[in-house]
Protein backbone atom coordinates (compact mmCIF):
# COMPACT_ATOMS: atom_id res chain seq x y z
CA UNK A 1 0.00 0.00 0.00
CA UNK A 2 1.47 3.69 -1.01
CA UNK A 3 1.80 5.65 1.90
CA UNK A 4 0.02 8.65 1.68
CA UNK A 5 1.21 11.88 0.64
CA UNK A 6 2.37 14.95 2.49
CA UNK A 7 0.05 17.34 2.41
CA UNK A 8 0.76 20.76 0.61
CA UNK A 9 -0.18 24.16 1.62
CA UNK A 10 -2.94 25.29 0.85
CA UNK A 11 -3.67 27.76 -2.39
CA UNK A 12 -3.96 31.28 -1.38
CA UNK A 13 -7.55 32.90 -1.39
CA UNK A 14 -6.94 35.17 -3.93
CA UNK A 15 -6.99 31.73 -6.31
CA UNK A 16 -10.70 31.41 -5.14
CA UNK A 17 -13.74 33.02 -6.25
CA UNK A 18 -16.40 33.90 -3.50
CA UNK A 19 -19.83 31.99 -4.23
CA UNK A 20 -22.40 34.84 -5.60
CA UNK A 21 -26.34 34.13 -4.88
CA UNK A 22 -28.17 35.30 -7.83
CA UNK A 23 -32.05 34.70 -8.18
CA UNK A 24 -33.17 32.80 -11.33
CA UNK A 25 -36.45 33.86 -10.85
CA UNK A 26 -38.70 35.27 -8.01
CA UNK A 27 -41.52 33.64 -9.30
CA UNK A 28 -43.40 31.03 -7.26
CA UNK A 29 -41.98 27.67 -7.96
CA UNK A 30 -38.42 28.44 -8.79
CA UNK A 31 -35.86 28.20 -6.99
CA UNK A 32 -32.39 30.44 -6.29
CA UNK A 33 -29.34 29.50 -8.09
CA UNK A 34 -25.96 29.66 -7.59
CA UNK A 35 -24.38 31.25 -10.38
CA UNK A 36 -20.69 32.88 -10.07
CA UNK A 37 -20.12 36.96 -11.00
CA UNK A 38 -16.99 36.43 -12.29
CA UNK A 39 -15.32 33.14 -14.55
CA UNK A 40 -14.75 30.12 -12.89
CA UNK A 41 -11.40 29.49 -11.12
CA UNK A 42 -9.10 27.74 -12.79
CA UNK A 43 -8.56 23.94 -11.81
CA UNK A 44 -6.12 23.06 -8.89
CA UNK A 45 -4.51 19.64 -7.72
CA UNK A 46 -5.72 19.75 -3.87
CA UNK A 47 -6.06 17.03 -1.12
CA UNK A 48 -9.89 16.80 -0.53
CA UNK A 49 -9.34 18.15 3.05
CA UNK A 50 -8.19 21.21 1.01
CA UNK A 51 -10.76 21.78 -1.10
CA UNK A 52 -12.82 21.24 1.72
CA UNK A 53 -11.38 24.68 3.09
CA UNK A 54 -10.97 25.96 0.13
CA UNK A 55 -15.06 25.58 -0.30
CA UNK A 56 -15.57 27.24 2.73
CA UNK A 57 -14.00 30.30 2.01
CA UNK A 58 -15.29 30.44 -1.33
CA UNK A 59 -19.07 30.64 0.38
CA UNK A 60 -18.07 32.92 2.54
CA UNK A 61 -17.26 31.57 5.56
CA UNK A 62 -15.13 33.50 8.12
CA UNK A 63 -15.70 31.62 11.24
CA UNK A 64 -16.06 27.82 12.23
CA UNK A 65 -16.79 26.53 15.61
CA UNK A 66 -15.28 23.42 16.34
CA UNK A 67 -12.96 20.31 18.12
CA UNK A 68 -10.54 18.16 15.88
CA UNK A 69 -10.27 14.36 16.11
CA UNK A 70 -9.04 11.26 14.23
CA UNK A 71 -11.47 11.41 10.99
CA UNK A 72 -11.80 14.95 10.60
CA UNK A 73 -7.86 15.96 11.38
CA UNK A 74 -7.37 15.66 7.91
CA UNK A 75 -9.26 18.52 7.55
CA UNK A 76 -7.29 20.59 10.53
CA UNK A 77 -3.96 20.91 8.53
CA UNK A 78 -5.04 23.18 5.55
CA UNK A 79 -7.28 24.89 7.89
CA UNK A 80 -4.13 26.13 9.82
CA UNK A 81 -3.24 27.57 6.34
CA UNK A 82 -6.29 29.64 5.90
CA UNK A 83 -6.31 33.45 6.19
CA UNK A 84 -9.75 33.50 5.62
CA UNK A 85 -11.74 30.96 8.02
CA UNK A 86 -10.99 31.82 11.72
CA UNK A 87 -11.38 28.49 14.07
CA UNK A 88 -12.51 28.38 17.33
CA UNK A 89 -11.62 25.35 19.26
CA UNK A 90 -14.84 25.02 21.88
CA UNK A 91 -14.45 22.50 24.73
CA UNK A 92 -17.69 20.40 23.61
CA UNK A 93 -19.01 20.07 20.32
CA UNK A 94 -22.52 20.81 22.35
CA UNK A 95 -21.15 24.30 22.72
CA UNK A 96 -20.04 24.75 18.95
CA UNK A 97 -23.49 23.88 17.66
CA UNK A 98 -25.03 25.98 19.84
CA UNK A 99 -22.32 29.06 18.82
CA UNK A 100 -22.97 28.25 15.25
CA UNK A 101 -26.68 28.90 16.58
CA UNK A 102 -25.73 31.97 17.79
CA UNK A 103 -23.82 33.41 14.76
CA UNK A 104 -26.62 32.40 12.83
CA UNK A 105 -29.47 33.77 14.75
CA UNK A 106 -27.65 37.06 15.29
CA UNK A 107 -26.63 38.05 11.70
CA UNK A 108 -28.95 35.78 9.33
CA UNK A 109 -25.70 34.41 8.09
CA UNK A 110 -25.18 30.27 7.99
CA UNK A 111 -23.13 29.52 11.06
CA UNK A 112 -21.09 26.31 10.58
CA UNK A 113 -19.73 23.97 13.53
CA UNK A 114 -17.38 21.11 12.59
CA UNK A 115 -16.79 18.08 14.46
CA UNK A 116 -14.78 14.33 13.92
CA UNK A 117 -16.53 11.46 13.75
CA UNK A 118 -18.62 8.88 16.38
CA UNK A 119 -19.01 10.64 19.75
CA UNK A 120 -17.45 14.01 18.26
CA UNK A 121 -20.53 13.66 15.74
CA UNK A 122 -23.38 12.59 18.70
CA UNK A 123 -22.36 15.42 20.52
CA UNK A 124 -23.43 17.51 18.11
CA UNK A 125 -26.87 16.14 17.24
CA UNK A 126 -28.78 18.39 20.12
CA UNK A 127 -27.48 21.43 18.70
CA UNK A 128 -28.59 20.29 14.94
CA UNK A 129 -32.20 19.53 16.29
CA UNK A 130 -32.72 23.11 17.97
CA UNK A 131 -32.06 24.22 14.74
CA UNK A 132 -33.94 22.35 13.33
CA UNK A 133 -37.00 23.44 15.77
CA UNK A 134 -35.83 26.82 15.27
CA UNK A 135 -35.34 27.64 11.48
CA UNK A 136 -31.84 28.49 12.05
CA UNK A 137 -29.43 27.87 9.49
CA UNK A 138 -26.10 25.89 9.83
CA UNK A 139 -24.06 23.66 8.09
CA UNK A 140 -22.48 21.03 10.77
CA UNK A 141 -19.20 19.52 9.11
CA UNK A 142 -17.79 15.57 10.21
CA UNK A 143 -15.44 13.24 9.82
CA UNK A 144 -15.99 10.02 8.86
CA UNK A 145 -14.29 6.59 9.60
CA UNK A 146 -12.29 5.53 6.09
CA UNK A 147 -15.27 4.34 3.41
CA UNK A 148 -14.34 0.90 3.31
CA UNK A 149 -14.73 0.31 6.84
CA UNK A 150 -18.42 1.94 7.18
CA UNK A 151 -20.62 -0.41 8.47
CA UNK A 152 -18.14 -2.56 10.02
CA UNK A 153 -18.68 -1.30 13.92
CA UNK A 154 -14.96 0.77 13.09
CA UNK A 155 -13.29 2.91 16.31
CA UNK A 156 -15.22 5.91 16.61
CA UNK A 157 -17.88 4.77 13.83
CA UNK A 158 -21.30 6.24 14.04
CA UNK A 159 -24.41 6.73 11.06
CA UNK A 160 -24.82 10.43 11.83
CA UNK A 161 -26.24 10.99 8.57
CA UNK A 162 -28.69 8.32 9.71
CA UNK A 163 -29.17 9.53 13.27
CA UNK A 164 -30.09 13.03 11.63
CA UNK A 165 -32.32 12.51 8.69
CA UNK A 166 -34.93 13.66 10.92
CA UNK A 167 -33.61 16.99 12.25
CA UNK A 168 -31.91 18.25 8.88
CA UNK A 169 -32.78 19.70 5.63
CA UNK A 170 -30.60 18.11 4.22
CA UNK A 171 -27.73 15.85 4.64
CA UNK A 172 -25.22 14.46 3.27
CA UNK A 173 -22.02 11.46 2.99
CA UNK A 174 -19.18 11.98 0.92
CA UNK A 175 -16.52 9.60 0.25
CA UNK A 176 -15.32 10.79 -3.31
CA UNK A 177 -13.47 13.85 -2.70
CA UNK A 178 -14.42 15.37 -6.56
CA UNK A 179 -17.56 15.45 -4.17
CA UNK A 180 -16.78 18.16 -1.69
CA UNK A 181 -17.57 21.42 -3.39
CA UNK A 182 -20.37 20.84 -4.62
CA UNK A 183 -21.43 19.29 -1.70
CA UNK A 184 -20.70 22.44 0.40
CA UNK A 185 -22.42 24.78 -2.21
CA UNK A 186 -25.49 23.24 -2.09
CA UNK A 187 -25.20 22.78 2.33
CA UNK A 188 -25.04 26.24 2.12
CA UNK A 189 -27.68 26.93 -0.70
CA UNK A 190 -29.98 24.59 1.07
CA UNK A 191 -29.53 25.35 4.46
CA UNK A 192 -30.21 29.43 3.64
CA UNK A 193 -32.86 29.23 1.44
CA UNK A 194 -36.44 28.76 1.90
CA UNK A 195 -37.36 27.71 5.48
CA UNK A 196 -33.86 27.97 6.87
CA UNK A 197 -32.50 24.78 8.96
CA UNK A 198 -29.42 22.51 9.34
CA UNK A 199 -27.60 20.54 6.98
CA UNK A 200 -24.79 17.63 7.77
CA UNK A 201 -22.07 17.04 5.58
CA UNK A 202 -20.27 13.93 6.59
CA UNK A 203 -16.85 13.22 4.90
CA UNK A 204 -14.92 10.13 5.08
CA UNK A 205 -11.25 10.37 5.74
CA UNK A 206 -9.93 8.64 3.01
CA UNK A 207 -12.12 11.51 1.16
CA UNK A 208 -10.34 14.43 3.23
CA UNK A 209 -7.06 12.74 2.25
CA UNK A 210 -7.34 11.83 -1.21
CA UNK A 211 -6.17 13.72 -4.34
CA UNK A 212 -8.08 15.82 -6.20
CA UNK A 213 -9.26 18.80 -8.53
CA UNK A 214 -10.92 21.69 -7.23
CA UNK A 215 -12.06 24.92 -9.26
CA UNK A 216 -14.96 27.59 -8.40
CA UNK A 217 -17.98 27.25 -8.62
CA UNK A 218 -18.80 23.78 -8.96
CA UNK A 219 -21.85 22.26 -10.33
CA UNK A 220 -24.58 22.09 -8.20
CA UNK A 221 -28.15 19.88 -9.14
CA UNK A 222 -30.80 20.09 -6.33
CA UNK A 223 -33.82 19.27 -9.05
CA UNK A 224 -36.53 18.10 -6.11
CA UNK A 225 -35.78 21.93 -4.04
CA UNK A 226 -37.22 24.34 -5.36
CA UNK A 227 -38.83 26.54 -2.05
CA UNK A 228 -41.47 28.92 -3.38
CA UNK A 229 -41.04 32.66 -2.42
CA UNK A 230 -43.27 34.85 -4.06
CA UNK A 231 -47.05 34.05 -2.89
CA UNK A 232 -49.53 33.52 -5.35
CA UNK A 233 -51.62 36.59 -6.57
CA UNK A 234 -54.66 34.44 -5.58
CA UNK A 235 -54.46 33.78 -2.10
CA UNK A 236 -52.69 37.79 -1.53
CA UNK A 237 -56.29 38.73 -3.17
CA UNK A 238 -57.86 36.43 -0.85
CA UNK A 239 -56.08 37.69 2.29
CA UNK A 240 -56.61 41.11 1.50
CA UNK A 241 -60.41 40.73 0.98
CA UNK A 242 -60.36 38.88 4.05
CA UNK A 243 -58.91 41.79 6.22
CA UNK A 244 -60.98 43.96 4.71
CA UNK A 245 -64.16 42.20 6.18
CA UNK A 246 -62.92 41.98 9.67
CA UNK A 247 -63.64 43.59 12.64
CA UNK A 248 -61.58 42.17 15.31
CA UNK A 249 -58.27 41.12 13.38
CA UNK A 250 -54.91 40.22 14.84
CA UNK A 251 -51.58 40.07 13.53
CA UNK A 252 -50.16 37.08 14.98
CA UNK A 253 -46.65 36.93 14.08
CA UNK A 254 -44.33 34.18 14.43
CA UNK A 255 -40.26 33.90 14.50
CA UNK A 256 -40.90 33.19 10.39
CA UNK A 257 -40.98 36.97 10.37
CA UNK A 258 -37.24 37.57 12.14
CA UNK A 259 -36.02 34.77 9.53
CA UNK A 260 -37.36 36.51 6.32
CA UNK A 261 -36.07 40.04 7.70
CA UNK A 262 -39.43 40.94 7.63
CA UNK A 263 -39.14 43.74 10.46
CA UNK A 264 -39.51 46.88 8.32
CA UNK A 265 -41.94 45.84 6.05
CA UNK A 266 -44.38 44.43 9.04
CA UNK A 267 -44.01 47.96 10.82
CA UNK A 268 -45.00 49.26 7.61
CA UNK A 269 -48.05 47.14 7.31
CA UNK A 270 -48.99 47.91 11.05
CA UNK A 271 -49.08 51.25 10.20
CA UNK A 272 -51.13 51.10 7.54
CA UNK A 273 -54.04 48.23 8.90
CA UNK A 274 -53.54 49.68 12.50
CA UNK A 275 -54.74 46.19 13.32
CA UNK A 276 -53.39 44.80 17.00
CA UNK A 277 -50.29 42.38 16.59
CA UNK A 278 -49.17 39.96 19.01
CA UNK A 279 -45.49 38.46 18.81
CA UNK A 280 -44.37 34.78 19.83
CA UNK A 281 -41.58 33.86 21.60
CA UNK A 282 -39.68 33.24 18.41
CA UNK A 283 -40.53 36.36 17.17
CA UNK A 284 -39.45 39.30 19.70
CA UNK A 285 -38.42 42.21 18.55
CA UNK A 286 -40.13 41.46 14.85
CA UNK A 287 -42.04 44.52 15.64
CA UNK A 288 -40.99 47.04 18.48
CA UNK A 289 -42.21 46.08 22.05
CA UNK A 290 -43.06 49.91 22.48
CA UNK A 291 -45.77 49.97 19.52
CA UNK A 292 -48.84 51.18 21.19
CA UNK A 293 -50.54 48.37 19.00
CA UNK A 294 -48.15 45.65 20.46
CA UNK A 295 -50.39 43.41 23.00
CA UNK A 296 -47.59 41.39 23.99
CA UNK A 297 -46.15 37.82 23.59
CA UNK A 298 -48.86 35.56 23.06
CA UNK A 299 -48.88 31.29 25.17
CA UNK A 300 -48.75 29.78 27.74
CA UNK A 301 -46.65 32.80 29.86
CA UNK A 302 -47.70 35.13 27.32
CA UNK A 303 -49.37 39.17 28.17
CA UNK A 304 -53.30 38.50 29.02
CA UNK A 305 -53.76 41.03 26.62
CA UNK A 306 -52.06 38.48 23.81
CA UNK A 307 -54.20 35.46 24.49
CA UNK A 308 -57.35 37.24 25.08
CA UNK A 309 -56.45 38.91 21.65
CA UNK A 310 -56.54 35.89 19.84
CA UNK A 311 -59.09 34.18 21.45
CA UNK A 312 -61.63 36.86 20.44
CA UNK A 313 -60.42 37.56 17.30
CA UNK A 314 -62.84 37.14 14.37
CA UNK A 315 -59.41 36.94 12.05
CA UNK A 316 -55.59 35.85 12.66
CA UNK A 317 -53.25 37.18 10.18
CA UNK A 318 -50.87 34.40 10.83
CA UNK A 319 -47.47 35.17 9.49
CA UNK A 320 -44.68 32.89 10.06
CA UNK A 321 -46.01 30.93 13.06
CA UNK A 322 -46.93 27.28 13.05
CA UNK A 323 -49.80 27.26 16.22
CA UNK A 324 -47.54 25.33 18.13
CA UNK A 325 -49.01 23.72 21.56
CA UNK A 326 -47.23 26.53 24.21
CA UNK A 327 -49.09 29.60 21.91
CA UNK A 328 -52.43 27.25 21.13
CA UNK A 329 -53.40 25.21 24.49
CA UNK A 330 -55.93 22.90 23.78
CA UNK A 331 -55.91 23.36 20.29
CA UNK A 332 -59.58 22.53 19.52
CA UNK A 333 -60.70 25.79 21.96
CA UNK A 334 -58.10 28.00 20.19
CA UNK A 335 -59.30 31.15 19.09
CA UNK A 336 -62.57 29.59 18.54
CA UNK A 337 -64.39 32.69 16.50
CA UNK A 338 -61.63 33.63 13.87
CA UNK A 339 -60.90 32.96 10.35
CA UNK A 340 -57.38 32.13 9.52
CA UNK A 341 -54.88 33.55 7.21
CA UNK A 342 -51.90 31.73 7.03
CA UNK A 343 -48.66 32.35 5.54
CA UNK A 344 -45.53 30.74 5.66
CA UNK A 345 -42.28 29.59 3.16
CA UNK A 346 -42.66 25.82 4.37
CA UNK A 347 -46.32 24.33 2.72
CA UNK A 348 -45.82 21.51 5.42
CA UNK A 349 -46.78 24.04 8.53
CA UNK A 350 -49.88 25.28 6.46
CA UNK A 351 -53.16 23.52 7.91
CA UNK A 352 -51.10 21.19 9.87
CA UNK A 353 -52.72 22.22 13.32
CA UNK A 354 -55.06 24.35 12.49
CA UNK A 355 -57.29 24.74 9.10
CA UNK A 356 -56.17 27.48 7.28
CA UNK A 357 -59.15 29.28 5.33
CA UNK A 358 -56.70 31.42 3.08
CA UNK A 359 -52.98 29.22 3.29
CA UNK A 360 -50.21 31.24 1.28
CA UNK A 361 -46.84 29.82 0.72
CA UNK A 362 -44.31 32.19 0.46
CA UNK A 363 -41.59 34.13 2.07
CA UNK A 364 -42.91 36.51 4.36
CA UNK A 365 -41.08 39.31 3.78
CA UNK A 366 -42.60 39.40 0.06
CA UNK A 367 -45.86 37.89 1.24
CA UNK A 368 -46.37 41.48 3.65
CA UNK A 369 -45.08 42.89 0.88
CA UNK A 370 -47.58 42.13 -1.56
CA UNK A 371 -50.77 42.68 1.12
CA UNK A 372 -49.29 46.46 1.65
CA UNK A 373 -49.99 46.64 -1.83
CA UNK A 374 -52.91 45.01 -2.30
CA UNK A 375 -54.40 47.01 0.91
CA UNK A 376 -53.22 50.21 0.27
CA UNK A 377 -55.88 51.45 -2.24
CA UNK A 378 -58.73 51.13 -0.07
CA UNK A 379 -58.03 50.12 3.61
CA UNK A 380 -59.62 51.34 6.25
CA UNK A 381 -58.51 51.53 9.43
CA UNK A 382 -61.65 53.22 11.29
CA UNK A 383 -63.08 49.57 10.61
CA UNK A 384 -61.05 48.60 13.83
CA UNK A 385 -61.41 51.01 15.86
CA UNK A 386 -63.77 49.71 18.36
CA UNK A 387 -61.37 46.47 18.29
CA UNK A 388 -58.17 48.93 19.25
CA UNK A 389 -60.02 50.57 21.79
CA UNK A 390 -60.96 46.80 23.73
CA UNK A 391 -57.13 45.40 23.55
CA UNK A 392 -55.62 48.79 24.41
CA UNK A 393 -58.24 48.63 26.95
CA UNK A 394 -56.61 44.78 28.33
CA UNK A 395 -53.47 45.91 27.83
CA UNK A 396 -54.37 48.64 30.28
CA UNK A 397 -55.98 46.77 32.91
CA UNK A 398 -53.87 43.45 32.38
CA UNK A 399 -49.92 44.32 32.38
CA UNK A 400 -47.31 42.44 32.59
CA UNK A 401 -46.12 42.47 36.26
CA UNK A 402 -44.47 41.01 38.95
CA UNK A 403 -44.65 40.82 43.08
CA UNK A 404 -42.03 42.34 44.36
CA UNK A 405 -40.23 39.75 46.81
CA UNK A 406 -40.79 40.29 50.44
CA UNK A 407 -37.28 39.13 51.48
CA UNK A 408 -34.20 38.75 48.91
CA UNK A 409 -33.80 39.35 45.10
CA UNK A 410 -36.52 39.65 42.94
CA UNK A 411 -35.61 37.45 39.29
CA UNK A 412 -37.83 39.79 37.75
CA UNK A 413 -36.41 42.68 38.99
CA UNK A 414 -32.52 41.89 38.15
CA UNK A 415 -33.93 41.36 34.61
CA UNK A 416 -35.94 44.04 34.09
CA UNK A 417 -32.77 46.01 35.29
CA UNK A 418 -30.23 44.38 32.90
CA UNK A 419 -32.55 45.17 29.88
CA UNK A 420 -33.22 48.97 30.98
CA UNK A 421 -29.25 49.69 32.20
CA UNK A 422 -28.47 47.99 28.95
CA UNK A 423 -30.69 48.81 26.24
CA UNK A 424 -32.18 48.01 23.04
CA UNK A 425 -28.58 47.54 21.07
CA UNK A 426 -27.67 44.46 22.91
CA UNK A 427 -28.25 41.24 22.03
CA UNK A 428 -30.11 39.28 24.85
CA UNK A 429 -29.69 35.54 24.91
CA UNK A 430 -31.38 32.97 27.18
CA UNK A 431 -31.62 29.58 28.41
CA UNK A 432 -34.36 27.56 29.22
CA UNK A 433 -36.71 28.17 32.18
CA UNK A 434 -37.82 30.27 34.48
CA UNK A 435 -35.35 32.92 33.54
CA UNK A 436 -35.71 32.72 29.48
CA UNK A 437 -39.91 33.15 30.39
CA UNK A 438 -38.56 36.39 32.26
CA UNK A 439 -36.50 37.49 29.98
CA UNK A 440 -38.58 37.34 27.20
CA UNK A 441 -41.36 39.16 29.20
CA UNK A 442 -38.90 42.21 31.24
CA UNK A 443 -36.62 43.28 28.36
CA UNK A 444 -38.16 45.64 26.08
CA UNK A 445 -37.04 44.34 22.09
CA UNK A 446 -36.83 46.76 19.84
CA UNK A 447 -35.58 45.13 16.86
CA UNK A 448 -35.02 41.70 14.88
CA UNK A 449 -32.08 39.12 16.26
CA UNK A 450 -32.07 40.93 19.61
CA UNK A 451 -33.49 38.28 21.41
CA UNK A 452 -31.96 34.58 20.89
CA UNK A 453 -33.67 31.72 22.44
CA UNK A 454 -34.11 27.81 22.47
CA UNK A 455 -37.85 28.04 21.42
CA UNK A 456 -39.05 24.71 20.11
CA UNK A 457 -36.44 21.89 21.72
CA UNK A 458 -36.37 23.95 25.06
CA UNK A 459 -32.56 23.21 24.82
CA UNK A 460 -31.02 23.61 28.41
CA UNK A 461 -27.39 24.60 27.77
CA UNK A 462 -28.16 26.75 24.76
CA UNK A 463 -27.37 30.67 26.50
CA UNK A 464 -23.63 31.02 26.82
CA UNK A 465 -22.61 29.43 23.71
CA UNK A 466 -25.26 31.24 21.57
CA UNK A 467 -24.02 34.10 23.33
CA UNK A 468 -20.27 33.60 22.13
CA UNK A 469 -21.28 32.93 18.42
CA UNK A 470 -23.55 36.37 18.61
CA UNK A 471 -20.83 37.66 20.07
CA UNK A 472 -18.40 36.55 17.53
CA UNK A 473 -20.51 37.73 14.62
CA UNK A 474 -20.64 41.24 16.13
CA UNK A 475 -18.14 41.64 18.18
CA UNK A 476 -18.65 45.54 18.96
CA UNK A 477 -22.12 44.67 20.43
CA UNK A 478 -22.92 43.97 23.75
CA UNK A 479 -24.18 40.12 24.48
CA UNK A 480 -26.12 39.63 27.44
CA UNK A 481 -26.47 35.01 28.60
CA UNK A 482 -29.26 35.80 30.86
CA UNK A 483 -29.30 32.09 32.32
CA UNK A 484 -29.91 29.72 35.01
CA UNK A 485 -28.33 28.19 37.71
CA UNK A 486 -28.91 24.89 36.06
CA UNK A 487 -28.66 25.63 32.16
CA UNK A 488 -25.67 27.41 33.35
CA UNK A 489 -24.14 24.00 34.81
CA UNK A 490 -24.66 22.55 31.24
CA UNK A 491 -22.05 24.45 28.67
CA UNK A 492 -20.55 26.61 31.08
CA UNK A 493 -17.04 24.90 30.49
CA UNK A 494 -17.33 27.40 26.92
CA UNK A 495 -15.96 30.44 29.31
CA UNK A 496 -12.97 29.09 28.65
CA UNK A 497 -13.15 29.00 24.68
CA UNK A 498 -14.50 32.97 25.34
CA UNK A 499 -11.31 33.66 27.70
CA UNK A 500 -8.99 32.35 25.26
CA UNK A 501 -10.04 34.16 22.19
CA UNK A 502 -11.30 37.33 23.40
CA UNK A 503 -14.93 37.21 23.56
CA UNK A 504 -16.42 39.42 26.17
CA UNK A 505 -19.76 38.25 26.97
CA UNK A 506 -21.46 38.85 30.13
CA UNK A 507 -23.43 36.11 31.87
CA UNK A 508 -26.64 36.68 34.48
CA UNK A 509 -27.05 33.39 36.54
CA UNK A 510 -30.92 34.19 37.61
CA UNK A 511 -29.74 31.79 40.73
CA UNK A 512 -32.39 30.35 42.82
CA UNK A 513 -31.09 27.08 43.60
CA UNK A 514 -33.33 25.36 41.99
CA UNK A 515 -34.41 23.53 38.47
CA UNK A 516 -36.68 26.58 39.00
CA UNK A 517 -39.72 25.87 36.12
CA UNK A 518 -39.85 21.57 37.11
CA UNK A 519 -39.75 23.67 40.76
CA UNK A 520 -42.75 26.09 39.73
CA UNK A 521 -44.78 23.07 38.16
CA UNK A 522 -44.05 20.80 41.36
CA UNK A 523 -45.62 23.67 43.46
CA UNK A 524 -48.57 23.73 41.12
CA UNK A 525 -49.02 20.40 39.95
CA UNK A 526 -47.51 18.07 42.58
CA UNK A 527 -48.00 19.50 46.35
CA UNK A 528 -45.22 20.95 47.00
CA UNK A 529 -42.66 17.94 46.65
CA UNK A 530 -39.97 18.91 45.31
CA UNK A 531 -38.27 15.81 43.77
CA UNK A 532 -34.55 16.32 42.66
CA UNK A 533 -34.80 19.95 41.80
CA UNK A 534 -32.57 21.17 44.52
CA UNK A 535 -29.10 22.27 43.14
CA UNK A 536 -27.61 23.71 45.95
CA UNK A 537 -25.84 26.35 44.02
CA UNK A 538 -27.21 29.16 46.51
CA UNK A 539 -29.73 27.88 49.78
CA UNK A 540 -27.68 26.30 51.92
CA UNK A 541 -24.47 25.60 49.68
CA UNK A 542 -22.75 27.29 46.72
CA UNK A 543 -21.80 23.48 44.85
CA UNK A 544 -20.12 25.48 42.59
CA UNK A 545 -19.30 28.93 43.85
CA UNK A 546 -20.20 30.45 40.77
CA UNK A 547 -17.70 33.78 41.62
CA UNK A 548 -15.10 31.53 42.23
CA UNK A 549 -15.97 29.17 39.16
CA UNK A 550 -16.12 32.45 37.00
CA UNK A 551 -12.29 33.30 38.62
CA UNK A 552 -10.78 30.09 38.01
CA UNK A 553 -11.84 30.66 34.24
CA UNK A 554 -10.10 34.19 34.22
CA UNK A 555 -13.42 35.85 34.39
CA UNK A 556 -14.34 38.77 36.33
CA UNK A 557 -16.90 37.54 38.81
CA UNK A 558 -19.38 39.19 40.80
CA UNK A 559 -21.97 38.66 43.10
CA UNK A 560 -25.23 40.30 44.01
CA UNK A 561 -27.46 39.36 46.82
CA UNK A 562 -29.62 42.60 47.66
CA UNK A 563 -31.89 45.10 45.49
CA UNK A 564 -29.72 47.94 46.12
CA UNK A 565 -26.82 46.35 44.65
CA UNK A 566 -28.84 45.30 41.52
CA UNK A 567 -27.96 48.80 39.43
CA UNK A 568 -23.92 49.11 40.36
CA UNK A 569 -23.66 45.83 39.69
CA UNK A 570 -24.97 45.45 36.16
CA UNK A 571 -23.42 48.76 35.56
CA UNK A 572 -19.93 47.55 36.35
CA UNK A 573 -20.22 44.29 34.20
CA UNK A 574 -21.51 46.85 31.60
CA UNK A 575 -17.95 48.39 32.12
CA UNK A 576 -15.91 45.68 31.80
CA UNK A 577 -15.42 44.63 27.99
CA UNK A 578 -12.01 43.27 27.94
CA UNK A 579 -13.11 39.92 29.32
CA UNK A 580 -16.27 37.87 29.99
CA UNK A 581 -17.70 38.89 33.41
CA UNK A 582 -20.31 36.32 35.38
CA UNK A 583 -22.40 37.84 37.76
CA UNK A 584 -24.45 35.43 40.37
CA UNK A 585 -27.73 37.32 40.74
CA UNK A 586 -28.75 35.26 44.00
CA UNK A 587 -32.95 35.42 44.01
CA UNK A 588 -35.71 34.55 45.70
CA UNK A 589 -36.54 30.60 45.44
CA UNK A 590 -40.40 30.69 44.73
CA UNK A 591 -41.07 33.29 42.64
CA UNK A 592 -43.14 32.36 39.70
CA UNK A 593 -43.30 33.03 35.65
CA UNK A 594 -46.99 34.78 35.12
CA UNK A 595 -49.06 34.69 33.62
CA UNK A 596 -49.44 31.00 32.74
CA UNK A 597 -51.92 29.00 30.61
CA UNK A 598 -51.77 25.08 32.39
CA UNK A 599 -50.41 22.90 29.81
CA UNK A 600 -53.38 21.33 27.75
CA UNK A 601 -56.26 23.47 28.80
CA UNK A 602 -58.04 26.31 26.91
CA UNK A 603 -56.31 29.52 26.99
CA UNK A 604 -59.33 31.08 28.50
CA UNK A 605 -58.35 29.52 31.54
CA UNK A 606 -55.35 32.10 31.62
CA UNK A 607 -54.25 33.05 35.40
CA UNK A 608 -52.13 35.97 36.23
CA UNK A 609 -51.43 34.42 39.70
CA UNK A 610 -51.86 31.93 41.03
CA UNK A 611 -55.58 30.91 41.43
CA UNK A 612 -56.22 34.23 40.27
CA UNK A 613 -58.28 34.67 37.37
CA UNK A 614 -58.42 38.34 34.61
CA UNK A 615 -61.57 39.81 36.35
CA UNK A 616 -63.43 40.99 32.89
CA UNK A 617 -66.15 43.52 32.32
CA UNK A 618 -68.53 41.14 30.91
CA UNK A 619 -71.17 43.47 29.68
CA UNK A 620 -68.31 45.69 27.99
CA UNK A 621 -67.17 42.20 26.55
CA UNK A 622 -70.04 41.32 25.11
CA UNK A 623 -71.24 44.95 23.09
CA UNK A 624 -69.46 43.89 19.92
CA UNK A 625 -68.99 40.09 19.59
Known sequence: MQAPKAATRIPSPTQVTPLQHKARSRDAGEAHQTQPDTPPTPPIEVTGAQSLVLSLESVGVDTVFGIPGGAILPAYDPLLDSVKVRHILVRHE??????????????????????????????????IA????????????????????????????????????????????????????????????????????????D??????????????????????????????????????????????????????????????????????????????????????????????????????????????????????ARFDDRVTGDLASFAPEAKVIHADIDPAEISKNRQADVPIVGDIDEVVRELITALTPDIDPSRYTAWRERTTGWKRDFPVGYTTAEEGLSPQ?????????????????????????????????????????????????????AA??????????????????????????????????????????????SLGMVRQWQTLFYNERYSNTDLHTAIGARVPDFVKLADAYGCVGLRCERPEDVDATIQKALEINDVPVVIDFVVERDAMVWPMVPAGVSNDMVTVARSMAPVWDRESEGEDD
Open 130 to 201: DAFLDSVPIVAITGQVNSKTIGTDAFQEADIRGITMPITKHNFLITNADEIPSAIAAAFHIASTGRPGPVLV
Open 413 to 465: YVIERIGALTGPDATYVAGVGQHQMWAAQFVNYERPNSWLNSGGAGTMGYSVP
Open 468 to 513: MGAKTAEPDRTVWAIDGDGCFQMTNQELATCVINNIPIKVAIINNS
Open 203 to 320: ISKDALTARTTFSWPPQVDLPGYRPVTRPHPKQIKAAAEMIRAAKKPVLYIGGGAIRSGASESLKELVELTQIPLVTTLMARGAVPDTHPLHLGMPGMHGSVPAVTALQKADLLITLG
Open 94 to 127: QGAGHAAEGYASATGKVGVCMATSGPGATNLVTA
